[in-house]
């Protein structure tokens, strides 16, 4: 790559400078969880304070889900456009921003509105990161370090909810967003110092809206990509439903406190980062498609078996394994799913790719959030249904829509 005068492009990383990146792009990727879980202990708590019910206080998540869609639908084209690191820090200064201002919501209308504006803020750091590994890895070695990046952002399904916990003890639900505005700041100053630009200016796609429709048009006529983003984002949905109904089936239903919630959740989530690091191990060996369609099946396993564990009334020890196979599966789902979908695709549409997938993963997500409560806050049934419908069209719509793809590794 060659840099301007008016920037540093950043080259093939030395080991060093790999290190750097990982840690830097596996904390803006973290956003997602970071906005959802750090607060899932206090939904219960929000419910009553805000005198709302459970599923208009569900929306909070969906509001915060639509928002990190429609905002890589946005980010994602004008970094193709401008560069990766301008509307990077951008972004994220906004998000730290409308954290803060969360902390402060008076009501559950004004907290939804404002969940809206931080995820829109914070996809920037989401589909941005994906962008950058597209501009210097293809095929295997981005799934590899994919994989790294959740070894990284990993730490925050896990760490989030067991703080938030935590901070239960000590504070409300405002100091929760409060420790998110804090965190988001150094990722701000994290992001400033330490990413260079990866697009130089000779690879960058003209702006305006028509060239971002064409390009979205064409993304969207691929029925390969299509196949990829869909099983992806299909899956992520799942656990998207599993974090919107876990706290009240688990503190509700089976009466845990949220402090054991907050454990359960932890080691979900290790399963995520376990998954994760095995497939980073095996994409040099295994075929990505392979590795993808091991985890679909994973997936598929675990969200059968929840509302049959719910319907025969197994309890937690029928519930707990079946929802770990859901959610560790998306350790073997999301690297490879990013990175066949990606593969071969011209740097210069990496980000508008990057934001149709991250728009499957959240607006399918943030549809099914509010379903799993529908039935109000005393059954587990609608989490366990919708998880089971979600797993089973995520691996219909890879055996359908990619069939007869041969992608290199």
């Not at 906005?35 to 202990?41: E, K, N, T």
């Not at 916990?165 to 420790?179: D, I, M, N, Y």
């Not at 040099?284 to 498609?289: I, K």
């Not at 210069?348 to 934001?355: D, E, F, I, P």
Request: contains cysteine.
């Amino acid at each position: 790559m060659v840099a301007t005068a008016s920037e540093t492009i950043e080259a093939a990383p030395t080991r060093a400078g790999r290190v750097r990146l990982i840690f830097i792009l596996g904390a803006l990727t973290a956003i997602g969880p970071l906005s959802i879980d750090m607060y899932l202990p206090a939904l219960p708590k929000l419910t009553h304070d805000l005198s709302a019910g459970a599923s208009l206080v569900q929306l909070t998540l969906t509001a915060c889900l639509v928002g990190l869609a429609v905002g890589q639908l946005l980010a994602g084209p004008i970094s193709d456009t401008w560069g990766r690191r301008r509307p990077l820090l951008i972004g994220v200064a906004l998000y730290t921003v409308a954290s803060l201002l969360c902390a402060v919501a008076p009501t559950v209308p004004a907290l939804i509105a404002l969940r809206l504006v931080q995820g829109a803020a914070g996809a920037a750091g989401i589909v941005i990161a994906r962008a950058v590994v597209r501009d210097l890895y293809d095929g295997p070695a981005a799934a590899r370090f994919f994989a790294m990046l959740m070894l990284v952002n990993g730490v925050a399904p896990i760490a989030a909810p067991v703080i938030g916990g935590q901070l239960l003890r000590v504070t409300s639900w405002h100091g929760v967003f409060v420790l998110i505005a804090v965190v988001g700041a150094l990722m701000t100053v994290a992001a400033y110092a330490g990413l260079r630009e990866t697009l130089p200016r000779s690879g960058r796609r003209p702006g305006g809206l028509g060239p971002t429709l064409r390009t979205f048009a064409g993304l969207c006529a691929d029925r390969v990509f299509v196949g990829y983003a869909l099983a992806g984002g299909l899956a992520f949905a799942a656990m998207f439903a599993y974090i919107s109904g876990s706290p009240f089936v688990i503190q509700d239903i089976y009466g845990l406190s949220p402090q054991a919630y907050s454990l359960i959740f932890a080691v979900n989530a290790l399963g995520i980062v376990g998954a994760g690091q095995v497939s980073g191990w095996l994409a040099a060996r295994v075929r990505l498609r392979a590795l993808l369609a091991a985890g679909l099946a994973v997936s598929l396993i675990g969200g059968v078996a929840l509302p049959v564990a719910i319907g025969a009334g197994l309890g937690l020890p029928g519930v707990l394994p079946a929802l770990f196979l859901v959610v560790a599966a998306i350790g073997l789902i999301t690297p490879n799913a990013t990175a066949l979908a990606l593969t071969g695709r011209p740097p210069a549409v990496a980000g508008s790719a990057s934001a149709l997938l991250g728009l499957a993963q959240f607006v399918i997500g943030g549809a099914a959030a509010p379903l799993v409560g529908v039935a109000g806050s005393h059954t587990a049934v609608p989490m366990g249904l919708v998880i089971a419908a979600l797993t089973v069209a995520a691996s219909l719509a890879f055996a359908t829509l990619t069939r007869g793809h041969r992608p290199i590794g």
